[in-house]
């Protein structure tokens, strides 16, 4: 069935919960991001004759947005909300096809107004085709064109786990084989020391690493400490606020309003399996969380800025390849 939403009606920026909020900026010299408004549409229906009333606030022109696979809105009247699959032309119009996260899918009518985009109205229009057409990576750029493979730099980026490893793949895979980047984990950050002595960085020979719950007086902050004075210049630790990576997925994307609190002295994982009552089983867990991150917009902002902050890092014109 083909639904033909109303006009738009305002709804909370909250409604739309799989919209990005805080995204990092362009990144890439060869990769750019994609505009995410293109136009300014007028009004449809010519002037208004109340618009000599001074008591009346003035009407905001509705954005314009590309239908690209995978930009997440929501159907302003239904309220179902998904990332696109396509659009086609039908007897009704332009349709747009969306899917949940549950897999889940309904095909709109793309009329003015009838979508949300962080709970602001837009008008969505299907993209150019054929040379011009745009696709994006799920880290939201905009891929080079195709060439031979690369050779890997022999800069690295390190990451504390393999769930960490995994992440990163599905949300940055596609920039970081155009920028010839190998990610490794490390087991654990006790062993960042020890992998950066055999490593021995320097400028032209880079390492960015990522850590779990970087902030003030943790084990992780003395080990960064304690390594930026022993490697200097060629190592750059960053890190996420959060206990474990699994934190760095919107709870939305999960269904969840929020991630548990877990008490001291209790397994971090386990206790949020228990409380949102999951398998026990952490590796079946990280699989259904892994799964239901398909874009960039379906994690928290704190961990994207780190992680473009070390492909730049590690990608800078300085360092040898």
Known sequence: MIHSPPKVQNRPAEANARAADGMAPPRLQKITRTPGMLALVNDRYGSDVLSNNTHRQPRQPIPVVEAEPGLVVECAHSGFCGSV??????????????????????????????????GRPVTLVAPPIGPTARTRTASGSVPAAAGPAKVAR????????????????????????????????????????????????????????????????????????????RFGQGVLVVGHPYVDVWQAVRPVVLGLTQWPTVSKGESWK??????????????????????????YSDLESSMLGRVEELIDFVTAESVGS
């Open 270 to 295: 386990a206790g949020v399996l228990r409380a949102i009552d999951w398998d026990p089983d952490e590796r079946l867990a990280w699989r259904r969380i892994l799964n239901s991150v398909s874009t």
């Open 154 to 229: 022999t800069s690295r980026i390190l990451v504390e786990g393999t769930h960490d490893a995994e992440l990163v793949e599905k949300i940055w895979g596609d920039d970081l084989r155009h920028e010839a980047i190998v990610v490794e984990p490390l087991h654990g950050a006790d062993n960042l020391a020890d992998w950066l002595y055999e490593f021995q960085p320097n400028r032209d020979r880079r390492v960015g690493v990522l850590l779990d719950h970087l902030v003030a007086g943790s084990k992780e902050q003395h080990i960064a400490h304690d390594v930026a004075q």
């Open 85 to 118: 699959v396509r659009t086609e032309k039908s007897v009704e119009g332009r349709t747009v096809e969306l899917e949940d996260r549950h897999g889940r899918t309904r095909i709109f009518v793309m009329e003015q107004g009838s979508f949300l985009i962080e």
